[in-house]
């Protein structure tokens, strides 16, 4: 019997879990993969984590790994497949069941993949889905952007700052997202609009060279270094089925203290409502979300 069961080994996980462990309570993090680190796995650097000037991805969520462990979180391997409500939750996983007063769930999002040839290759070499994470990589080269609603106009105006040239490319004729973003996006002078243009493969040696692309006049290649996917995320979301209140797109809804509409249960990082998603914004997460379960145990004795 835990105090705290952290469902996931991402940033807000394995702060929540370092968190807790450091106020007096017995934590178990659960990670389905047997090297922790949620998104940090999918890029190999890191530039913008506060005072971690250029990270490397593996060292910082291995670092974040130490610190919870040397503050007494036990981390074992195993998936999830069901949380059962009650005065204690049954957290049932391949492998064992294990039971607790609160759940801090930090399973993450992931995202929705272009499926193309050369993505899986060159993921983290160039292929990249977060031009906040990873832009700083490619400042003065040319990046694309793949997408059409508000993720991808706003990452392709961000990139703008930074890359000398900007390619937004869209499948269909007209974007799904803001118009204001689409009139920013227009006339922006070194983002180049691509409408009605599939993307059909990255190319590369070592790294992104290229694009290959389609529209009505046949197939062309684009140079760039740096592909940005931009096509949404999906929650981790199917072992709170029945559980917690999630909006329309499936993210568990709760606030900045990341308390659910499930008593005892608290979401954390990616996988809750929020404007925003970063490493350092699920760390904020993951301690708000120990404080809260802290508050909550205190409140049954």
Same mark, same amino acid.
């Given at each position: 019997?835990?105090?705290?069961?952290?469902? $996931? $080994?991402?940033?807000?996980?394995?702060?929540?879990?370092?968190?807790?462990?450091?106020?007096?309570?017995?934590?178990?993090?659960?990670?389905?993969?047997?090297?922790?680190?949620?998104?940090?796995?999918?890029?190999?650097?890191?530039?913008?984590?506060?005072?971690?000037?250029?990270?490397?991805?593996?060292?910082?969520?291995?670092?974040?790994? !130490?610190?919870?462990?040397?503050?007494?979180?036990?981390?074992?391997? %195993?998936?999830?497949?069901?949380?059962?409500?009650?005065?204690?939750?049954?957290?049932?996983?391949? @492998?064992?069941?294990?039971?607790?007063?609160?759940?801090?769930?930090?399973?993450?999002?992931?995202?929705?993949?272009?499926?193309?040839?050369?993505?899986?290759? =060159?993921?983290?070499?160039?292929?990249?889905?977060?031009?906040?994470? %990873?832009?700083?990589?490619? !400042?003065?080269?040319?990046?694309?952007?793949?997408?059409?609603?508000?993720?991808?106009?706003?990452?392709?105006?961000?990139?703008? !700052?930074?890359?000398? @040239?900007?390619?937004?490319?869209?499948? !269909?004729?007209? =974007?799904?997202?803001?118009?204001?973003?689409?009139?920013?996006? @227009?006339?922006?002078?070194?983002?180049?609009?691509?409408?009605?243009?599939?993307?059909?493969?990255?190319?590369?040696?070592?790294?992104?060279?290229?694009?290959?692309?389609?529209?009505?006049?046949? @197939?062309?290649?684009?140079?760039?270094?740096?592909?940005?996917?931009?096509?949404?995320?999906?929650?981790?979301?199917?072992?709170?089925?029945?559980? *917690?209140?999630?909006?329309?797109?499936?993210?568990?809804?709760?606030?900045?203290? *990341?308390?659910?509409?499930?008593?005892?249960?608290?979401?954390?990082?990616?996988?809750?409502?929020?404007?925003?998603?970063?490493?350092?914004?699920? *760390?904020?997460?993951?301690?708000?979300?120990?404080?809260?379960?802290?508050?909550?145990?205190?409140?049954?004795?």
């Amino acid at each position: 019997m835990y105090d705290v069961i952290v469902v $996931g $080994g991402g940033a807000a996980g394995l702060t929540a879990g370092a968190y807790c462990s450091r106020g007096g309570l017995k934590t178990l993090i659960i990670e389905k993969y047997p090297v922790v680190g949620g998104q940090m796995g999918l890029t190999d650097r890191i530039d913008n984590f506060p005072a971690v000037e250029n990270a490397d991805a593996y060292e910082l969520s291995q670092a974040m790994k !130490r610190q919870a462990d040397n503050a007494g979180a036990l981390i074992v391997t %195993d998936t999830v497949n069901e949380i059962k409500q009650g005065n204690e939750k049954l957290v049932l996983c391949n @492998e064992s069941d294990y039971k607790a007063k609160a759940v801090i769930y930090a399973a993450g999002a992931y995202h929705r993949k272009l499926g193309i040839k050369g993505e899986d290759i =060159f993921s983290g070499r160039g292929v990249s889905y977060c031009a906040v994470c %990873d832009g700083g990589f490619y !400042r003065g080269k040319t990046s694309a952007v793949i997408g059409g609603g508000d993720t991808a106009l706003k990452e392709a105006l961000y990139l703008s !700052r930074i890359c000398s @040239e900007v390619y937004l490319i869209h499948r !269909r004729d007209s =974007f799904r997202g803001a118009a204001y973003l689409v009139d920013n996006c @227009e006339n922006t002078e070194n983002i180049h609009i691509l409408r009605s243009t599939l993307c059909k493969e990255i190319t590369g040696d070592k790294t992104v060279n290229g694009i290959v692309v389609s529209d009505k006049n046949g @197939e062309r290649h684009l140079d760039c270094s740096g592909v940005f996917a931009a096509v949404g995320m999906i929650p981790f979301t199917d072992p709170l089925t029945g559980l *917690c209140d999630t909006d329309e797109n499936g993210y568990v809804i709760a606030g900045e203290d *990341c308390v659910t509409s499930a008593a005892g249960i608290f979401a954390a990082g990616d996988v809750r409502t929020k404007p925003f998603r970063q490493i350092v914004t699920a *760390c904020a997460d993951g301690a708000n979300a120990a404080r809260s379960a802290e508050e909550y145990i205190s409140a049954l004795l």
